[in-house]
């Protein structure tokens, strides 16, 4: 029984009885009982409505009428209390004509249904009420099946009466009545529009039209979407089930210059309307149109519009593409979680030409790492055999993808579920998949929910007549609510005891080789944990490999480590074995950093912080510290040059160098070769007066270039964070994590104390 009319019926009782109440069951008297309301699906005939077979008129036209399509139609009736039921008397509509095949149940609780009559016909031969005994039974809510009858499959009763004994009900005034449901599927009417059958009040729209000519797609916002607004070539009412129509050819605008292929998509909107939230907001933060994960710092939670989420849809698959590249043929993205720049999933539909079923899988395309692909049904090859257990196009199915975060230790781990429920019922249950290392929990990243038709295909000779179609019946998503407050954005730091200062002893403090395809500090004794200092791109990492992702962009990455309390004569030395990429700019003085900290005890150090030139970081300002510059294969020698951090607010750590006063240069030229394994070092040294700083590059144990310079005035004497940065152009052709030639990979990190 559907819950909103259970609810709706008990809510009729409880406001009529103001509590439960039972009868004698041991009456012996049998007359009518009253029936406070009838109900059914929503699917009945225009004004023929379930109120009509307790209305007390036999007149053919008060009728109950609603169309079975092969499904028995269930007219459930509410008695007020729990009575002694003991015989039920119908009118059926055209009944001295025809015979209707019916069986009737009854319940104690709205929930729990019993057989009373089984399965069997009308007499077939009376317009007038029928009569049919059962054995007395306690009952509060009666529900005749109704399954057509010899003429064709609509359910059609003039009148019910109920007989029995118990106690006295009082009859509403005012009958309960139905809302009444679109003729089409789940209720929807195919004379309406898709914001007029869908709650679309939470979305915006995307089709390949580029009507405007802008040279982007057209998209079309809440308030017009939720208004009515249709366009008969990508988006519409199916004229048939009533279900919301996305249509896509490969052909058309697409959404940015970044983006290989069309879509007539839906984009969530948690700001359901409110235009004066933006879309998205500078930086790449969360705001209250977007949500995020639960494993997101505090600050970007109650920045956000939600919590961890669910979306659920259920849809057909009517249409894909047939000709084109072979990898593209036939794929199409039916749902997706979008991030700031990536996807933590993009689920896939995919029916080769020559099979009868389809498959899904998934991507999963992280901030940090490579892309990851999972079948679920079937599999995304480009020559399977036809998947027994695969989707027919125009079949039916639901799917579900849904974040939560689950605990482990002190820590949430983000993790994603796919759900997928069959038109039999079955479910194919995906395993769930980790997101601890994918790069989504920081502060800046955001996700939103995607729906629609995102061809896969770009190559299909004839992209008019060669589309994708999918047709969605339901369609909605939640979220948890956010955290009423936190951290202001940029400053984010959950409550945690700053690490406290400790006495250098002589020996390494980590010697980290990501044996264990990490960035967090794990299992290993010498491991560290490796944060983002510009954004979540700046970092991937594989089995023996960190990458700092560069390419045309600045970007660092930097360690915290239990800060070390530098006696005079004692030496803090990094040493860093790194590998070239592909492509090394040209001309890049100063362009590769490395710097040592005090940390001041921020605790806010110990996680992934972005910064920017237009999104400085406070958290980064004022730290007393040293770098050292390498320059990149300049014009004239290139050589290495020492820095001091001093008090300029800048923001952005070693992102620029107007915070950095220069204390000297030198050194043996040098040049940078691509492809090729170099160690770097630096090192502070405590001297009676001041530090000592040395930087270093060598290749193949031979030291290529070296330089010192002592600081008199310093009062440096602790040491808790080591950082990188690349300069834009300087390491590598590309800025995105997973792809070939994008930055430095670096091998083998190593901090130790030298002397007593």
Known sequence: MNHLLRNTILAATASLLGSQVHANTACDDSGPLTIISAVDDGLYEETHGPQNSIDGNLDPDSRWSNQGQGTPKALTLDLGAEQTLKSLAIAWYNGDSRKSQFEVETSADGETFQTVIAPRQSGGTTTELESYEIDPVRAQYLRILANGNEANDWNSIVEVEARGCGVAVEKPDQPVLTERQGPGLFGLDPEKTPGENFDLSGWYMTTPADDDGDGISDSVYENELAAGWTDPRYFYTDPATGGMVFRVTPAGAKTSANTSYTRSELRGMLRRGDYSIETRVEGGYPNKNNWVFSSA???????????????????????????????????????????????????????????????????????????????????????????????????????????????????????????????????????????????????????????GAYTGNNTSPAPETDFDRVIFYELDYSHDTPPAEGPALGNATEAAAPAQPVPATAGIVFDDSFADGSRDDGADAQDANWWTTSNSSSIEVTEGRLGLVSGGSGRGIRTTFAPQELAVGQTLKASFTFETPQTIGEDRGAAFRVGLFDTLGRAELDGDLSASSKSPNAAYDTLPGYLVAYDVNTASAANIEIRRHNDTALGRLLGGLDAWDRLGEGGESYNFAPSQSYTGTIAVTRLDEGVEITGALMQDGAVLSSFSQQDPDSTLETVGMLAFHVNSKTFGASKTPGEADNGLDFTRVTLEVLGD
């Open 297 to 451: 710092p505090l600050s970007a939670q109650a920045a956000s519009g939600g919590v961890d989420g669910k979306l659920r849809a259920t849809l057909s698959v009517n249409q894909v593409t047939r000709q084109g590249k072979a990898y593209q043929v036939g794929r199409v993205v039916i749902g997706q979680i979008h991030a700031k720049n990536d996807e933590p999933i993009r689920l896939y539909y995919r029916k080769l030409p020559q099979n009868k079923y389809g498959s899904l899988y998934f991507a999963h395309d992280p901030e940090v790492g490579k892309e990851a692909w999972v079948d679920v049904i079937g599999s995304r090859g480009d020559r399977i055999a036809n998947p027994e257990d695969g989707i027919a196009l125009d079949e039916i199915f639901t799917y579900e993808i849904e974040v939560k975060g689950k605990p482990e230790g002190d820590a949430i781990i983000p993790m994603l579920h796919l759900k997928i429920i069959r038109d039999d019922g079955s479910e194919v249950v995906a395993e769930p998949f980790d997101m601890r290392d994918s790069g989504f929990s920081v502060e800046d990243e955001f996700m939103f929910f995607k729906a």
